[in-house]
């Protein structure tokens, strides 16, 4: 057990350039969701932001089902996660991984960016109180399957051009276990999203909601 963050340091030193341009490719995308909230008719807006105000006014009124925040969380991080490692496997998806990255940021980006606009210092707080605690765990994991979804489709690639021949079924077992890894710690991202959150959005409501 010891060895394992000796491992995944080295393992993030290998790979530093991937993570750096996946960084990049998400922060981007997070800019350019923020960016496209001002873009979104009033309508569109007044919409949201009543769905918004409605569930903040009445949450101390109503019964959250946590496991089924749980699940759907699950869901959504495992659809992701399960697209990036296909789309590795597949050599050809590799346009795909990054557009993907790009997309969760993008979501991120706007989310984040209607809360703040609508809410002022009420949405910074609301979105750190929210949004923030599970992503802590879920962006370094996304992240990381689409590092080992690039890293394995470059490799093929490269391989092939230089008709080198490698064990490719234990490359696939060594990224399947690793991609598992990560996956595995996307449920605790959903455990914080469906248990930890909905309290700290219930304290917000309650007692911050000024």
């Given at each position: 057990m010891s060895h394992f963050p000796r491992f995944f340091l080295e393992y993030l030193r290998k790979n530093i350039i991937q993570y750096v341009l996946l960084s990049i490719i998400l922060i981007v995308g997070i800019i350019v969701g923020s960016f496209t909230v001002n873009m979104i008719s009033d309508i569109q807006r007044e919409s949201i932001l009543s769905l918004i105000s409605g569930f903040l006014a009445n949450i101390s009124n109503i019964s959250i089902d946590n496991s089924s925040v749980f699940y759907l969380s699950l869901s959504n991080n495992f659809k992701t996660a399960?697209?990036?490692?296909?789309?590795?496997?597949?050599?050809?998806?590799?346009?795909?991984i990054l557009a993907l990255i790009f997309f969760r940021g993008?979501?991120?980006g706007f989310t984040v960016g209607f809360l703040i606009e609508q809410l002022g210092p009420k949405g910074i707080v609301l979105s750190a109180?929210?949004?923030l605690p599970q992503n802590?765990?879920?962006?370094?994991?996304?992240?990381?399957?689409?590092?080992?979804?690039?890293?394995?489709?470059?490799?093929?690639?490269?391989n092939k051009i230089k008709n080198h021949h490698e064990?490719?079924?234990?490359?696939?077992?060594?990224?399947?276990?690793?991609?598992?890894?990560?996956?595995?710690?996307?449920?605790?991202?959903?455990?914080?999203e469906g248990y930890i959150s909905p309290v700290f959005i219930k304290f917000y409501s309650n007692h911050l909601n000024f």
């Open positions: 399960i697209a990036l490692i296909l789309f590795g496997l597949s050599v050809v998806g590799l346009p795909f993008f979501v991120l109180l929210s949004i802590i765990v879920i962006l370094p994991c996304i992240l990381s399957i689409g590092v080992t979804s690039l890293t394995f489709a470059t490799t093929v690639i490269k064990n490719y079924s234990q490359m696939v077992a060594g990224y399947l276990l690793l991609n598992l890894f990560f996956s595995f710690l996307l449920i605790i991202s959903s455990l914080i």
